[in-house]
C-alpha cells in the first residue's frame, strides 16, 4: 500500500517489518501507520526517531522532530501502514527498543543500531 502520493516504491526492513521508503515532502495519506525517521550512513540506514500516528497525512511533513532528524543526517522517511493503534503501538515498542534512536528521549539504552542494506 503506497502510503505518500509520490513512492519512490522501495521498501527496506526493520526487526522483521516491512518500511516504504520516502521523502517527507509531497502528499501524505490519510492511514495511520509507524514511521523512522532515517538516513544512509556508510551504506547501513540509521534510525533517528521512530513514530507512530493515526494519519500520515495530518503528522507529516510538518512533523516537530523532523528538523533536528534531518541535522543528525536523516534523509528519508520509513513508512509501514498499520490499521489497529494496539499494532501500531507495539510495533513502535518493539522497534525502539531494538534500535535506540538518538532522538526517542523516553528510551534507556543508548546504543547504534542499524540496518545493512
Same mark, same amino acid.
Given at each position: %500500500? /503506497?502510503? @505518500?502520493? @509520490?513512492? %519512490? =516504491?522501495?521498501?527496506?526492513?526493520?526487526? *522483521?517489518?516491512?518500511?516504504?521508503?520516502?521523502? %517527507? $515532502?509531497? %502528499?501524505? &495519506? $490519510? #492511514?495511520?501507520? #509507524? +514511521?523512522?525517521?532515517?538516513?544512509? &550512513?556508510?551504506?547501513?540506514?540509521?534510525?533517528? +526517531?521512530?513514530?507512530?500516528? $493515526?494519519?500520515?497525512?495530518?503528522?507529516?511533513?510538518? =512533523?516537530?522532530?523532523? !528538523?533536528? /532528524?534531518?541535522?543528525?543526517?536523516? *534523509?528519508? #522517511? =520509513?513508512?509501514?501502514? !498499520?490499521?489497529? /493503534?494496539? #499494532?501500531?503501538?507495539?510495533?513502535? &515498542?518493539?522497534?525502539?527498543?531494538? +534500535?535506540?534512536?538518538?532522538?526517542?528521549?523516553?528510551?534507556?539504552?543508548?546504543? $547504534?543500531? =542499524?540496518?545493512?542494506?
Amino acid at each position: %500500500m /503506497a502510503l @505518500h502520493h @509520490h513512492a %519512490m =516504491h522501495t521498501s527496506t526492513t526493520w526487526a *522483521t517489518y516491512e518500511f516504504e521508503v520516502l521523502n %517527507m $515532502d509531497g %502528499m501524505w &495519506k $490519510d #492511514v495511520g501507520g #509507524v +514511521y523512522i525517521f532515517s538516513g544512509v &550512513k556508510n551504506n547501513i540506514w540509521h534510525a533517528y +526517531y521512530i513514530g507512530i500516528t $493515526d494519519s500520515f497525512q495530518d503528522r507529516h511533513p510538518n =512533523h516537530e522532530r523532523w !528538523e533536528e /532528524a534531518k541535522c543528525l543526517g536523516a *534523509t528519508h #522517511v =520509513h513508512a509501514r501502514g !498499520e490499521s489497529q /493503534a494496539a #499494532v501500531r503501538e507495539s510495533i513502535e &515498542k518493539e522497534l525502539i527498543e531494538t +534500535y535506540q534512536p538518538t532522538l526517542n528521549t523516553h528510551h534507556t539504552n543508548t546504543s $547504534d543500531e =542499524h540496518v545493512t542494506i
